[in-house]
């Protein structure tokens, strides 16, 4: 990856992304087991499956699927094939606000939110799905409308990719934590039922109203939650003196202060803690998506292929 890349993300890197786009799925029962929930795993409703025909058993396929009155009828393994319905309604609210333009590693909390965005665009997409997007920064929201296929793809990528492009150190504006809630409010007038509502933020500024504007869009619809981080946000390095940045104004501080690093370490173990204690009272999935690993491979190993084997049986052939 390019150094700047790292900073700012472009519109050709976020389409090339298509074609990482596979792996994972975002599938009915889909488990998704969350790495700050330890063994805690939540599961997407989703839009439930239809049944489309049966077939003969094949060695690793779902036993579970076997259709028994139909094995004995004809003297071998049956197996019920089904098919997930389709235009479902996909929001990705996606963050870009200041709290979100920071990273240690790999890149920024607000390109890893772009390319996670980017790869659930094209993958609901690419199975008859309607994706639309609340993209929001202090620089306003954007409220796309959900569209099937290229015609909700490039509003939601231009989308991004603008609020992206105007982050910088030196914006001398104060974070503003209430923006997170008027972007959840946006999203529940672009869902009103039977869809999914995927958040990817650092979940900064998350409070009370937060709780109650996420608890009301689970009465009708699935939610899930991307939760980005940077490695550097769980313990400060002790490196001694440093000069560090917010806005327009710097400060030198020392790194090895044991009180600013528990004060440093205590502010995310309380954001992370908020999130997992919700979504384990709301069974809603948690995937930590940190900025020090490539963004695919982390979709791949949360909501990849593997866990979809314990999901409800699926069509021969089909790609997760």
């Given at each position: 990856?390019?150094?700047d890349?790292?900073?700012h993300?472009?519109l050709?890197e976020?389409v090339?992304l298509?074609?990482?786009?596979k792996?994972?799925s975002?599938?009915p029962?889909?488990?998704?087991h969350?790495?700050?929930a330890?063994r805690?795993?939540?599961r ?6 239809e049944?489309?025909e049966l077939?003969p ?7 579970r699927?076997?259709d ?5 009828r ?10 997930e319905?389709r235009?479902?309604?996909?929001i ?10 920071f ?16 790869l659930a ?5 690419s ?9 929001f ?6 409220e796309?409308e959900?569209?099937a296929?290229q ?10 990719v603008?609020?992206?492009?105007a982050?910088?150190?030196e914006d ?10 008027r ?7 672009l869902?009103?039922h039977d ?5 990817i ?16 869009v689970t009465?009708h619809?699935?939610v899930l ?6 490695p550097l ?5 002790g490196?001694?003196?440093?000069v ?19 004060s ?26 940190s900025?020090a ?7 791949r190993e949360?909501?990849?292929r ?15």
């Open positions: 990856m390019a150094d890349a790292r900073i993300v472009t050709d976020l090339r298509k074609h990482r786009a792996g994972f975002f599938l029962k889909q488990p998704v969350s790495l700050l330890g805690h795993a939540s997407l409703r989703g839009r439930g499956l049944f489309e077939r058993y094949y060695l690793g396929d779902d036993v699927a076997i028994w009155p139909s094995t004995a004809m003297g071998s393994p049956q197996l019920r094939v089904y098919t319905e235009d479902r309604r996909v990705l609210l996606v963050d870009q606000r200041l709290s979100m333009f990273g240690s590693r790999r890149m920024m909390k607000s390109v890893a939110a772009a390319e996670a965005a980017a665009a094209f993958r609901v997409t199975l008859g799905d309607r994706v639309g997007g609340i993209v920064s202090e620089n306003g929201i954007d796309i959900p569209r296929r015609a909700a793809i490039s509003p939601l990528f231009e989308a991004i603008r609020h992206n492009g982050l910088a150190a001398p504006r104060p974070a503003d934590p209430s923006l997170l809630n972007a959840i409010a946006g999203a529940l007038k869902l009103p869809g999914l509502l995927t958040l933020t650092d979940a900064a500024g998350a409070d009370a109203e937060t709780v109650r504007l996420v608890t009301q009465a619809n699935d939650t991307v939760f980005v981080f940077d946000e769980e313990a400060l390095p490196i001694g003196r440093a560090v940045a917010e806005g327009g104004g710097q400060i030198e501080i020392d790194t090895s202060a044991r009180g600013l690093n528990v440093f370490a205590d502010d995310f173990r309380q954001r992370r803690e908020a999130v997992e204690a919700f979504s384990r009272r709301r069974a809603i999935p948690v995937m930590p998506l900025t690993r490539d963004t695919t491979e982390q979709f949360l909501i990849g593997r866990m979809a084997h314990s999901a409800a049986p699926r069509s021969v052939g089909s790609v997760a």
